[in-house]
């Protein structure tokens, strides 16, 4: 059984929301501004989650390019005007983040995401007020990767590492969470592979709302309370791990 965690972390992308058209198409846009325009059999795939500057590399060193800088200019230009609105929860994750907020349990986002974008999207998406806080990259790249950004974390909020979990969808996640001596826990309804979580040794992979719900810590109980949440919320929301 997993212990009781009383500080839960998040990732945003691909963990609580699909901003997947809305993150792709800034890159895209980026390219062409730059006098690229990448075919229909380009990867895109990969692009979700990793530090900006580090996509931005590989992209561009697809076609020669180094003007890296421009590139990320570019990208956050189109994503603060069109992106940030390309998004939307992933279905049960509303309902899971309001019975762990009504616990009492303290909700954290760890974003390579700027952290003021990061914002607006909880924000828009309506759940900015359930988060005892929202870290993510400085303007100028700083906390990037995800490892620095949850040991910034950890010691701005004076967190044990024993009550304290990570939550996400990328391999990152995980490594990050196990350098700071965290549990990561990994979820396949994102943008990572359950081989790419895999290889990483998460503590636990889950592929549903329901089933993260679960091993939070509620031990025996959470059947009851995840039954609450179906009553509270839509029947199907977590019938897949009930």
Same mark, same amino acid.
């Given at each position: 059984?997993?212990?009781?965690?009383? *500080?839960?972390?998040?990732?945003?992308? !691909?963990?609580?929301?699909?901003?997947r058209s809305g993150i792709i198409n800034s890159y895209v846009e980026a390219l062409k501004t730059l006098g690229h325009t990448p075919d229909a059999s380009f990867d895109f795939s990969h692009v979700i989650g990793p530090p900006v500057r580090e996509v931005m590399e590989g992209l561009l060193g697809h076609f020669g390019d180094t003007r890296i800088s421009?590139?990320?200019? +570019?990208?956050?230009?189109?994503?603060? *005007? %069109?992106g940030i609105v390309q998004n939307a929860l992933y279905h049960g994750i509303k309902a899971m983040i309001d019975a762990l907020s009504s616990q009492g349990r303290r909700l954290y986002i760890?974003?390579?995401k700027r952290q003021s974008l990061a914002a607006h999207v909880l924000k828009n998406l309506d759940i900015l007020d359930r988060f005892a806080g929202v870290y993510g990259s400085g303007d100028d790249g700083s906390l990037e990767h995800k490892s620095d950004l949850i040991a910034h974390?950890?010691? %701005?909020?004076?967190?044990?590492?024993?009550?304290?979990v990570m939550i996400g969808d990328r391999s990152h996640d995980i490594v990050g969470a196990h350098a700071n001596k965290i549990c990561g826990i990994g979820v396949t309804w994102g943008y !990572?592979?359950?081989?790419?979580?895999?290889? +990483? *040794?998460?503590?636990?992979? %889950?592929?549903?709302? +329901?089933?993260?719900?679960?091993?939070?810590?509620?031990?025996?109980?959470?059947?009851t309370l995840a039954g609450k949440i179906i009553a509270a919320a839509t029947r199907d929301e977590f019938s897949q791990a009930l």
């Open positions: 059984m997993m212990p009781y965690f009383e *500080n839960i972390i998040f990732d945003l992308d !691909g963990t609580l929301s699909d901003s421009e590139g990320i200019a +570019a990208h956050w230009a189109h994503y603060e *005007n %069109v760890a974003t390579a974390l950890l010691h %701005v909020e004076s967190l044990e590492s024993e009550t304290t !990572g592979s359950a081989d790419e979580l895999r290889c +990483a *040794n998460p503590d636990h992979i %889950v592929s549903s709302p +329901a089933a993260l719900y679960r091993i939070l810590g509620t031990g025996s109980s959470s059947r």
